[in-house]
């Protein structure tokens, strides 16, 4: 059945796989940070830490590094698929810049708020949505570029920059603080009381996104071709992935050894470098999108539907699942026996005791699922929303 068909009238000037692939990551994501700021260890153990992790903890963390290359690389070809749908370039690069600055505005309020819980805002982090916000404000000044072009540079970008891996953390504080907001992660101390983490250094993200951005052209062609040429830019990227992983000489600080047994060998094998993106990381979940959206049309109509309501309105999404997060941390908490003088806000603090709170893995999973599920009717309301009032322009913005 081509996908055509399974759309209703909504959706058809929507890209249905973009939509559901979009809508898997948002609901993976809601796993990631209900682990992060529920899970009894979650303060105090890293999952992919292969010394003190468990198969079922890694594999909880582990998928969930797809959301962030995914969620980036779309918005950059939803930008490019505008951008041709636009009468105007000037009005698109308006928009660009406009979304941009409010994505990074977003993060540094209420993304953060929702996160810490901090009234005096003693530390602002940097994350995927203040990336993806620095990423439209530079693609809107290279929007009349040949996409050929912008595919090379990011290209480029994404294959050299683990080089800058062997380079030492400069002296000088300016300079350190221009390399952790560009390349790769770090915490500034601007003031005793006030921190400025960068967790999603701007350069390696933003090269995805304008890979995405070149990549939009794919969707303009016919059934067929498209589904070959995803299909192609998968398998590319999980090869070279695996010969370079297996190389071990270049593209991931972490290097993979012969672990207790062969599980545990096969997980080092594949825990890749987030924080910045490695190349090895970025081959592996990229290519593992690239297959999605090829075969995203296999799924149950149903399945499609259902994923397709999350992937149409993202940031709706993200903003309201990380509030209902938030709150299900101090229903757990009160009912735990905990007061408010107990919970404890500020800088990697998540409003919870550092002892004593949380809930088993288990529970992890079952809260992730009813959120996910209490935010179905909401997503599918706004989504019908947007689709019936598309001349209202604050709609573009959510």
């Not at 980036?72 to 749908?85: C, D, E, M, P, Q």
């Not at 810490?116 to 439209?136: N, P, T, Y």
Request: hydrophobic content about 50%; charged content about 15%; glycine content about 4%.
């Amino acid at each position: 059945m081509k996908e055509e068909n399974i759309t209703d009238k909504t959706l058809t000037r929507r890209i249905l796989s973009i939509d559901i692939v979009r809508g898997i990551v948002m609901i993976i994501m809601a796993l990631d940070h209900v682990r992060d700021l529920m899970h009894t260890t979650a303060l105090i153990q890293s999952p992919t830490d292969l010394n003190t992790t468990t198969l079922v903890l890694f594999f909880t963390r582990w998928i969930t590094y797809l959301c962030a290359p995914t969620f980036v690389f779309l918005s950059g070809t939803s930008a490019y698929l505008s951008y041709k749908r636009s009468e105007s370039i000037s009005k698109t690069k308006q928009t660009l810049w406009t979304r941009g600055l409010w994505l990074i505005l977003l993060e540094f309020t209420l993304v953060n708020f929702a996160l810490w819980f901090d009234f005096k805002f003693r530390i602002l982090m940097l994350q995927v949505i203040a990336a993806i916000g620095f990423g439209l404000i530079i693609l809107s000044m290279f929007i009349k570029v040949n996409p050929r072009k912008i595919a090379i540079a990011a290209l480029v970008i994404i294959f050299t920059h683990n080089l800058l891996q062997f380079v030492p953390n400069p002296d000088n504080k300016f300079l350190n603080l221009l390399l952790n907001l560009f390349f790769r992660p770090g915490l500034q101390m601007v003031t005793p009381d006030f921190i400025f983490f960068t967790s999603y250094p701007v350069i390696p993200w933003v090269a995805m996104m304008l890979l995405g951005f070149a990549c939009g052209r794919v969707f303009e062609q016919d059934n067929t071709r498209q589904k070959k040429k995803l299909l192609s830019f998968g398998f590319i990227a999980l090869i070279l992935f695996a010969i370079l992983r297996l190389s071990d000489f270049y593209g991931d600080p972490s290097h993979w050894k012969v672990e207790k047994n062969t599980v545990f060998t096969l997980l080092s094998f594949f825990n890749v470098t987030k924080y910045p993106p490695s190349l090895q990381f970025t081959l592996l979940f990229l290519g593992i999108m690239f297959l999605l959206l090829r075969f995203s049309s296999k799924f149950p109509v149903g399945v499609q539907r259902i994923l397709s309501v999350y992937g149409k309105v993202p940031l709706f999404y993200y903003l309201l699942h990380l509030y209902l997060i938030r709150l299900s941390v101090f229903i757990m908490v009160y009912a735990q026996g905990f007061e408010w003088r107990d919970l404890l806000f500020g800088p990697f603090q998540f409003g919870r005791p550092a002892v004593g709170s949380g809930v088993s893995l288990k529970m992890v999973y079952l809260i992730w699922i009813a959120v996910v599920i209490a935010l179905y009717p909401l997503c599918k309301w706004y989504g019908n929303y947007k689709a019936m009032n598309n001349h209202k322009w604050w709609l573009r913005y959510l």
